[in-house]
């Protein structure tokens, strides 16, 4: 897929991945996409959405004061809720979802249809594709989590910040657009700016990405070692071979036994 990156992952680590390894990097963007709508989708509802292992985002209703005059507006927002195993070394906004505010479970039925991707293999994708994302923030690899028409999360200096697109903030307030715009984290560019182009210019965007196995170090030794053993046996079967012809008496070596046709032509009489 035209913009995609490589992502490597040990022999080891490969076992936690079956499903990313078997998708496309085409389906693995359909399914994320499909995420990114329904969520939407939920927050023009007054909803939120879990995304397991990853976070919650929501429509929130909330009174934004101007000129001493409250306004009510509706923003979108994003409540972090990976496990601590992960956060160690990661900080975040503290962003608290009031409790009157439904929160819905992603609706896999739905997302496979709107992806073509089969229904068992669309929650291991979500899953797999968290823990993968999880799994680059602990090694502090500098890739942002795009989600369509919705916004990016980034990670800089352990500080992990979901920022919404203008474009989003405005879908769901278009009342009090630029007010709503003060009081909530958006991102600055256009959501463009991670196209297919996105990789030509270094920027690796999740989930456009491809995932491939890399040999470890040990296993890439092993398989030297392997190799030069191979070539020395060879070299040592050709020495072998050479060191018996020497050892041959000469007579050995020079006796030959005719063949028939030498024979026949010793039988014939001379022409003379």
Request: glycine share 6%.
């Amino acid at each position: 897929m035209e913009g995609c990156w490589t992502v490597g992952v040990s022999l080891e680590l490969a076992y936690t991945f079956p499903t990313l390894l078997e998708l496309s990097t085409e389906e693995i963007v359909a399914v994320w996409d499909a995420v990114s709508d329904y969520i939407l989708e939920q927050m023009k509802l007054d909803k939120g959405v879990l995304v397991p292992g990853l976070g919650i985002f929501a429509g929130v209703r909330e009174e934004v004061h101007s000129k001493d005059e409250g306004i009510p507006v509706r923003r979108p927002v994003f409540q972090l809720d990976i496990g601590v195993l992960w956060l160690q070394d990661l900080q975040s906004p503290n962003d608290i979802i009031p409790d009157d505010v439904k929160i819905e479970p992603l609706n896999y039925r739905q997302l496979s249809r709107a992806s073509g991707v089969p229904l068992h293999m669309v929650p291991r994708c979500v899953r797999e594709s968290v823990l993968l994302y999880c799994h680059l923030l602990r090694n502090k690899e500098p890739v942002s989590f795009v989600f369509k028409n919705i916004g990016v999360m980034t990670c800089q200096d352990d500080f992990l910040l979901m920022r919404f697109f203008c474009s989003c903030i405005a879908e769901l307030e278009s009342n009090a657009t630029v007010l709503t715009l003060f009081h909530t984290r958006f991102w600055t560019d256009d959501s463009a700016d991670f196209g297919p182009a996105s990789a030509a210019r270094g920027i690796r965007v999740f989930p456009r990405f491809q995932l491939t196995v890399e040999e470890s170090r040990a296993e890439a030794a092993t398989e030297k070692e392997a190799a030069v053993e191979q070539k020395l046996s060879r070299e040592g079967s050709v020495g072998r071979l050479l060191q018996r012809r020497k050892t041959l008496p000469p007579s050995m070596l020079l006796q030959r036994k005719p063949s028939s046709r030498q024979q026949d032509v010793a039988k014939e009489p001379s022409a003379r």
